[in-house]
């Protein structure tokens, strides 16, 4: 059995579904952030398995290579949140930070 | 000088005046004493100027000119009688309102009068009104009330004339209030303007008659269309009501009874104003007035005119008998003078009325500028005394100011003298003129009532004003403040000399006795009447408007029996005859007949249409009538009286008339009244010299000599003493009649206006407040439930969807994925 396009879709469809799962049942913001990372991931295998099967070609390199840039700058922008964050709150739990509610 | 030269010269004297007011109204405050200058030099100005115009219109002749610009918007016209200018104002409709201004002699001598007085009024008043805290204001009112004179003057049209009779009335009210501190003054002037306004009501009637009825302001142009025959409603009647009506604007102005009240009080103004305004301009605008109308007065107005005018005179006269106020003696005594000039106006003597305006003018001003010398030292003395209880004009704290004050009493006496008719004055001439007049009106209509008052009048005048003249200033002083008086400068005084000195007979006649010897009487002959020939008197005719409304008449009359002799016959006939006439019509009859033949033919061709003749016809006949009309002209020249006779009834009268005119015949006189007027100069003048000696000497032996005591003969005389002491009750009658009756009605109408009227508001007041309760429960129930039921809805929903609010950033992103799950599910 080789490995084909769908292997790639399901490894990428368990990586999104864990990452979605870590966002919402998290308490602690860094973890969140790690589900958000896997969520981008799984973009990423996608956009490579369809470079490969599909007809995506380059695109979908550079198309990956973007969401890489783009979690960089997210994490850091994310960290600097989370920093503040914890700052004014001594904890990142995410569940409790609901003043935007009032 | 051309006619635009003198035009444009009369508008700047007129504009000059409203010059200084502009000065002293708008600048007055930093002016201050400066403004007595200003307004004085402007006065000096316009009286040169007015004099130019005086001499260049009165002493030249103009000959007939006409030019008119391009669009026919603006025309100079010029003849002997008038120069003038007419512009288009506006055109409404067929309706073209010119307005404009013209000059003839009356104006011309009228504009020297205003600016002379105005101008020596101005230099009196420095030395009067210094030291008066509005002294600024004084010149600038002075300033509107000489143009708006100036205004009334130079006026050719009733828009004009009009709307400066307004302003004149209005400079008036000011000048009279000036100082409205004082109640008096203030009520006086009050006064003042609400009874000018009772005649103005009755002269702006008048000029909507003649509006409506000739389409024209112009004098010139109403008078020529009246000339030819179109008269307001084609009634005489209504001419002469329009007549009156114009004279009631000359009953209020000129403080004619029974509208005379107002002119006493309003000497409460200031003397200089008063000799101004209330002595010799303003009113004698009324006077002028009739003079300006004098073409359209028919017999009945002119009979209204004079017997108004004597009553005015007789009723004045006997008040001024007994007033003791310095200023309310001269007060009646201008009232009972332009009793006399509306008076000889009426009676048809046009110059002498005139006249009397011009040479009662210089007196008279004289006469109040003198009055305002003595108070004003009155004033000043009772001021140095730190007596503030005795009144400075009553005559009884006066006497013996002869001594003290010589200049002023020197002038007062000869201007005295000159309102009495003493000869070599201009008064005499003047008033001889008048009386002559009014015996001559008397002798040929029977109403000799008119000279029995103005010759009694004249006595009365005569006693007045010397017993003024003596009881002020002869004798002794009877009070200190009288003792302590001194002469006043000189610019007091020099208007006085100035004026006295233009009252003397020689500026009007060479002959102290008779003014027909001067310029004055041939300068201002009266204008031909306008008049129909049927409504006005006979003597007033001239000879060719005689003949002419003779030949009229009696052309329309045979021309009518001709037409319907001719209209039955053949054209056959009509030829025959035509020829059988023809060759005798004389070339120089048919001349002479042809402006005449033109209007019967008209008459002829309407007569043609009644009786529907065919085309053909009526222009056979048309020639007819022409043909006839030669030949009539014709006999009658031949055979004059025996002609005219046989015209028939309607003919009758004026055939007498050119009858009798012919006997007399004397040709050089204009109508049979200068004729007659001519007759009875010397026994006027005669009768008159007797009566003003008679009435000097009873005052000389009364005041002077002591003969008779006056507290006795007024005790004798009780209640005539009363009754012209208390003005004849005219205030109290007044009070108790109108004035009582107009109040009355006012409180009828109060009363009306307080239960109708107001209970009309009320009604509709409730009524709007039940609806407005209506509608607000409306409002509450309906319009407020709508709109709660929309926010309990909303807030409802609100409330729901709130809850999804929760704030936690993974609900959010759970409630979104959910979203995206449905999203692509049902998208499928």
Redesign the interface.
Request: proline share 0%; aromatic share 0%.
């Given at each position: 059995m080789s490995i084909g396009l769908n292997h790639y879709l399901i490894l990428s469809a368990i990586l999104f579904s864990l990452g979605i799962f870590a966002v919402i049942s998290r308490k602690n913001a860094i973890m969140v952030l790690m589900g958000l990372e896997l969520v981008l991931n799984s973009a990423n295998i996608n956009f490579i398995a369809f470079a490969k099967f599909g007809g995506m070609n380059i695109d979908g390199h550079i198309a990956a290579i973007f969401v890489i840039i783009l979690a960089a700058a997210e994490a850091a922008i994310a960290l600097a949140i989370v920093l503040n964050i914890y700052q004014n709150y001594k904890h990142v739990n995410v569940d409790e930070i609901d003043k935007l509610k009032e | 000088m051309t006619p635009e030269n003198l035009l444009n010269i009369a508008i700047l004297i007129t504009l000059l005046p409203l010059l200084s007011f502009l000065i002293n109204i708008f600048f007055g405050k930093k002016l201050g004493k400066v403004s007595s200058y200003i307004g004085t030099t402007i006065m000096g100005i316009d009286l040169i100027l007015a004099v130019t115009v005086f001499v260049s219109k009165v002493f030249n002749t103009w000959s007939e000119y006409l030019v008119q610009n391009a669009d026919k918007s603006l025309t100079y016209l010029a003849s002997d009688a008038m120069v003038q200018l007419k512009y288009n104002w506006f055109s409404f409709g067929r309706l073209n309102v010119q307005v404009g201004i013209g000059i003839d002699n009356l104006a011309a001598i009228m504009l020297v009068v205003v600016t002379l007085i105005s101008f020596l009024v101005h230099l009196f008043s420095t030395e009067y009104m210094a030291g008066d805290k509005r002294f600024p204001r004084f010149y600038a009112y002075l300033g509107i009330f000489t143009f708006s004179m100036l205004g009334i003057v130079i006026a050719n049209n009733f828009l004009f004339m009009y709307s400066f009779w307004e302003l004149v009335g209005l400079s008036s009210y000011l000048l009279i209030g000036f100082w409205y501190e004082k109640d008096s003054a203030s009520n006086a002037a009050k006064k003042a303007f609400l009874t000018n306004r009772i005649g103005d009501l009755g002269f702006f009637s008048g000029i909507m008659i003649l509006f409506f009825t000739y389409g024209t302001f112009m004098y010139d142009e109403i008078f020529g269309k009246m000339a030819t025959g179109l008269i307001p409603f084609d009634s005489g009647t209504m001419l002469t009501v329009a007549g009156i009506l114009v004279f009631m604007g000359a009953v209020g102005k000129s403080a004619q009874f029974p509208l005379h009240v107002w002119l006493p009080d309003a000497m409460e103004g200031p003397t200089p104003v008063s000799a101004l305004i209330h002595a010799a301009t303003m009113v004698a605008a009324g006077v002028y007035l009739v003079a300006k109308v004098f073409p359209m007065l028919t017999a009945d107005a002119l009979l209204v005119v004079a017997y108004t005018g004597a009553i005015t005179a007789f009723i004045a006269a006997t008040i001024a008998l007994t007033q003791n106020d310095f200023k309310k003696v001269l007060a009646y005594s201008t009232v009972s003078q332009l009793g006399y000039m509306i008076m000889s106006i009426g009676v048809g003597s046009y110059m002498t009325g005139f006249f009397h305006l011009l040479t009662h003018a210089w007196f008279k001003a004289a006469l109040f500028l003198g009055s305002g010398s003595v108070i004003h030292q009155m004033h000043h003395s009772a001021h140095h005394f730190h007596d503030h209880h005795t009144d400075p004009q009553d005559i009884r704290n006066m006497g013996g100011l002869r001594k003290t004050m010589p200049w002023t009493y020197a002038t007062f006496l000869f201007a005295t003298m000159a309102i009495s008719g003493v000869p070599l004055t201009s008064g005499f001439l003047s008033k001889d003129g008048i009386l002559a007049g009014t015996m001559a009106f008397g002798n040929l209509t029977g109403h000799w009532l008119i000279p029995i008052i103005g010759f009694s009048a004249a006595a009365m005048t005569a006693f007045y004003m010397f017993r003024l003249t003596i009881v002020s200033f002869h004798g002794d002083f009877k009070t200190k403040i009288a003792e302590h008086t001194s002469e006043n400068k000189f610019v007091i005084v020099f208007p006085l000399v100035l004026l006295v000195v233009l009252s003397l007979w020689f500026w009007y006649s060479p002959n102290p006795f008779d003014a027909n010897a001067g310029w004055f009487a041939h300068k201002l002959a009266a204008p031909k009447t306008a008049v129909p020939a049927n409504l006005q008197w006979d003597f007033l005719l001239t000879e060719e408007q005689k003949t002419a409304y003779a030949e009229k008449t009696s052309k329309a009359a045979e021309a009518k029996a001709n037409i319907k002799e001719a209209l039955p016959a053949t054209a056959e006939g009509t030829e025959l005859h035509k020829e059988a006439v023809a060759p005798e019509a004389n070339q120089g009859a048919k001349e002479a007949a042809a402006t005449e033949s033109k209007a019967v033919g008209e008459l002829g061709h309407q007569e043609n249409d009644l009786a529907k003749a065919s085309e053909h016809k009526a222009e056979e006949v048309k020639t007819e009538a022409h043909t006839t009309e030669t030949a009539a002209v014709k006999e009658e020249h031949k055979t004059g009286e025996a002609a005219v006779a046989a015209h028939g009834a309607t003919t009758h009268e004026a055939g007498n008339a050119h009858a009798e005119a012919g006997t007399h015949g004397g040709g050089h006189y204009v109508n049979k009244f200068a004729e007659e007027m001519h007759h009875f100069h010397v026994p006027a003048m005669i009768l008159s010299l007797i009566i003003a000696g008679c009435g000097i000497g009873f005052s000389f032996l009364m005041y002077q000599f002591k003969l008779f005591n006056p507290d006795a003969l007024a005790n004798s005389l009780r209640p005539l003493y009363n009754l012209s002491y208390n003005k004849w009750y005219f205030d109290e009658i007044y009070q108790a009649t109108i004035i009582a009756f107009t109040v009355g009605f006012g409180k009828v109408l109060a009363i009306f206006d307080n239960k109708v009227i107001d209970g009309i508001v009320n009604l509709t007041g409730w009524f709007t407040k039940l609806v407005g309760h209506i509608t607000a429960i409306f409002d509450n129930v309906v319009i407020d439930g709508l709109v709660n039921l929309l926010a309990k809805v909303t807030s409802l929903f609100g409330a729901m969807i709130r809850k999804v609010?929760?704030?936690?950033?993974?609900s959010y992103?759970?409630f979104v994925?959910i979203a995206i799950i449905m999203l692509v599910y049902f998208l499928k």
């Open positions: - | 609010q929760t704030g936690r950033v993974q992103v759970a994925i």
